[in-house]
């Protein structure tokens, strides 16, 4: 499984306690500039990485004067709105001096759910990643309401990691790992070094959280870890108050790691090949060869189309010889219609407007490849 020297592509979540003093509402600027260190040793090297963070409630709350009071909904909202910025301006302060473009990307619970915002949210965070920008994600605490909202940025992590393919979460907390009870609560708990797989009697170990400012504690965090393991990305959880905590971890800081299931890819082709196709797209020989060598289909190859589906549903693809396999559609079945058997370059001319370049990426299809031979 990836370990930070190995992965390639790093999801890390920093909470609002280690990011925000509690007592005076102030940024921990020092924090932030180590933590920047850190990410740029894992940019240097090559893999992707994406920050997961909060604080925004905590920064705006102290900005408005709101005191440490529990808070209308409202309010938070408010708080959020103003602190967003501020926390977003943070991150690109201390990330510039290293050559680093940050993007922010605030995300709510449906750009998931959906497939379609979920295909958009993946493409999006692809992009940035592809042009070696460090996206900093967060919930939008601005229009989330109580029943929408992750209300923990643990879940939303993993959700992240998932669907940007990430092969480790790193989880920065006020603990150094999952213990065999809440260990504020019970000074002979232990804790775990790997965990290989999230049983009941894991489960029931888990308590709430300790700190005023989280809301997550370890029962999220291992619904995170559900999430990530079974979607093929490692996790860990690991003390983040320290300066430069993701260094500190490399060097073997105490820790918790829970195993990846399989590897993203796999997991990701088994989750589409599982899926209710909605439509059908027929394609020609020269597609097929293409589509076993793992490449995206484009509207070039594509003779046929069956079905009613909406953009980002699933569609079996179907060969002369008969089903290829399954994939997540870029277009409406009246879009792909219209743009089906042309050239790359005759796509924003049929449409009207500029479209993507693939009918399914070969990222969202789950077809057998080829077996190479000599
Ligand atoms: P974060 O800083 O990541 O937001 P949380 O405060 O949400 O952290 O969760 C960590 C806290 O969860 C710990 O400080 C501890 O008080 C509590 N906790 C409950 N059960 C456990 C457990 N089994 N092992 C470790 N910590 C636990």
Same mark, same amino acid.
């Not at 003390?239 to 430069?244: K, T």
């Not at 509207?299 to 594509?302: D, F, L, Q």
């Given at each position: 499984m990836a370990t930070l020297t190995t992965a390639r592509r790093i999801v890390v979540k920093i909470g609002s306690a280690l990011l925000v003093d /509690? /007592? *005076? +509402?102030?940024?921990r600027v020092d924090w932030l500039h180590a933590l920047a260190q850190d990410v740029a040793m894992l940019r240097a090297r090559g893999a992707d990485v994406l920050l997961v963070s909060s604080g925004s409630i905590a920064l705006g709350r102290s900005v408005l004067g709101l005191g440490n009071s529990d808070l209308a909904l409202e309010q938070s909202q408010a708080a959020a709105a103003v602190g967003q910025i501020r926390l977003a301006r943070a991150y690109e302060e201390a990330l510039a001096p290293h050559d680093i473009t940050t993007a922010q990307v605030l995300v709510t619970l449906e750009d998931s759910a959906d497939r379609r915002r979920y295909l958009n949210t993946r493409a999006t965070l692809g992009t940035l990643l592809g042009m070696n920008v460090v996206p900093i994600v967060n919930e939008?605490?601005? %229009? $989330?309401?109580d029943e929408i909202r992750? #209300?923990?940025n643990d879940r939303l992590a993993a959700q992240i990691a998932v669907t940007v393919g990430a092969d480790l979460l790193v989880l920065l907390s006020d603990i150094d790992g999952f213990y065999s009870a809440n260990p504020s609560q019970d000074p002979s708990a232990r804790r775990f070094d790997v965990i290989d797989r999230i049983t009941p009697e894991i489960e029931a170990m888990a308590g709430d959280a #300790?700190? +005023?400012? *989280?809301? +997550? +504690?370890m029962k999220t965090k291992l619904m995170a870890a559900h999430m990530a393991m079974t979607g093929g990305c490692g996790m860990v959880i690991t003390? #983040? *108050?320290?300066? /430069?905590p993701l260094s500190l971890l490399e060097q073997g800081a105490n820790a918790t790691w829970f195993t990846a299931q399989e590897d993203p890819q796999l997991a990701r082709k088994r989750w589409i090949g599982a899926m209710k196709p909605r439509g059908e797209v027929y394609v020609d020989a020269g597609a097929e060869r293409a589509l076993r060598r793992g490449t995206s289909l484009l509207? $070039?190859? %594509?003779t046929r189309l069956g079905g009613d589906f909406g953009r980002g549903d699933p569609v079996s693809i179907i060969g002369p010889g008969g089903p290829l396999g399954l994939g997540l559609i870029r277009y409406t079945a009246e879009e792909a219609g219209r743009i089906r058997g042309c050239h790359s370059s005759e796509i924003e001319e049929r449409l009207g407007y500029p479209g993507r $370049? $693939?009918?399914?990426?070969r990222d969202d299809m789950a077809v057998s490849l080829a077996v190479e031979t000599g």
């Open positions: /509690r /007592r *005076s +509402g102030q940024l939008n605490d601005t %229009v $989330a309401t992750y #209300g923990d #300790g700190s +005023g400012l *989280s809301k +997550g +504690g003390e #983040g *108050s320290p300066n /430069r509207p $070039a190859g %594509v $370049a $693939a009918l399914i990426h």
